[in-house]
């Protein structure tokens, strides 16, 4: 059943009436059953109770960040909207560090050596001279901090993103795509690519389950007037394919030219939370400061 149909699995469905009432959404399976679409108010009922009964655990950005509350769950998807250059990579690097959930990145831009010394920075808040010193000495074994990430440096096309995710050793809970625009694709038409890409990860997020992070280009116009929720290039379809939409707004110091402050706030969401913070820069960390302001 699992591996018919040329890996597509078993395209049928349960549709025996024994079977169909002991179907439940997490049968990998369920994505196939011919009427999972079509609901009436008890399938919605059973549906928001089966979810409610698993606790199912979200991922919480403001617990990084004083107190704040912001909660992701499985099945949503956050879209990161910034100017070039604004430390999103590095912020997404700081929070999938933070939280060690088994975790699938997409990295288009930025090679192996640069993601891999950020990433131990971060873990072990070293500068970039103790990163040195301590791989000039010969010494490893940081790999065993991070078991749970998995680094993919090649450019999918949307399509590809499903098969990608069937093939890793270990289904994450976390994916994230650094960044939307770099996807391959047959689409001649630049927001048609942005919106295939968007498309495709809302249904990864809600067919696997998992929680997805991309980050998004932002148009001349937002660049210089200010983000809102029609800051991201392409179409309004790459808003309405997201859950939760953030823009990132860095500072630069006067002296240094270097960013040294950015600001996390959300311009759209489906749940009632909120977000905007003011987040410090010490090199590769990004964290709250009390003090800092905007």
């Not at 065993?144 to 590809?160: G, H, I, M, N």
Request: hydrophobic share 35%; glycine share 4%.
């Amino acid at each position: 059943c699992y591996d018919g149909h040329g890996g597509q699995g078993y395209r049928y469905g349960c549709t025996d009436p024994v079977m169909d009432e002991y179907c439940k959404n997490t049968c990998r399976l369920y994505k196939s059953k011919k009427n999972q679409t079509l609901m009436d108010s008890v399938a919605m009922e059973t549906h928001l109770i089966d979810f409610l009964r698993s606790d199912a655990k979200p991922i919480n950005i403001g617990d990084l960040y004083a107190g704040q509350d912001f909660p992701i769950y499985p099945g949503e998807v956050v879209i990161l909207q910034a100017p070039p250059k604004s430390m999103k990579t590095m912020l997404l690097q700081n929070w999938v560090t933070g939280f060690k959930r088994p975790t699938y990145f997409i990295e288009m831009e930025m090679s192996p050596r640069q993601i891999w010394s950020r990433f131990v920075m971060i873990e072990m808040k070293w500068s970039e001279e103790q990163l040195k010193e301590h791989y000039q000495q010969m010494h490893n074994g940081m790999d065993k901090r991070f078991k749970w990430l998995t680094v993919d440096y090649s450019a999918p096309y949307a399509q590809e993103l499903e098969k990608r995710i069937a093939m890793l050793p270990m289904k994450p809970e976390i994916m994230v795509v650094d960044h939307m625009g770099l996807f391959k694709s047959n689409q001649r038409d630049a927001n048609m690519k942005v919106e295939e890409a968007s498309q495709a990860m809302m249904e990864i997020a809600v067919k696997h389950n998992i929680i997805v992070f991309a980050v998004s280009e932002i148009t001349k116009q937002a660049f210089h007037e200010g983000m809102n929720i029609a800051s991201s290039k392409g179409s309004f379809r790459t808003a309405y394919n997201t859950n939760k939409l953030l823009s990132v707004n860095p500072q630069k110091s006067i002296s240094t030219g270097l960013i040294e402050r950015i600001n996390i706030k959300c311009e759209a969401n489906r749940e009632r939370e909120n977000i905007n913070i003011n987040l410090k820069v010490n090199n590769t960390r990004i964290y709250y400061d009390e003090n800092n302001t905007f």
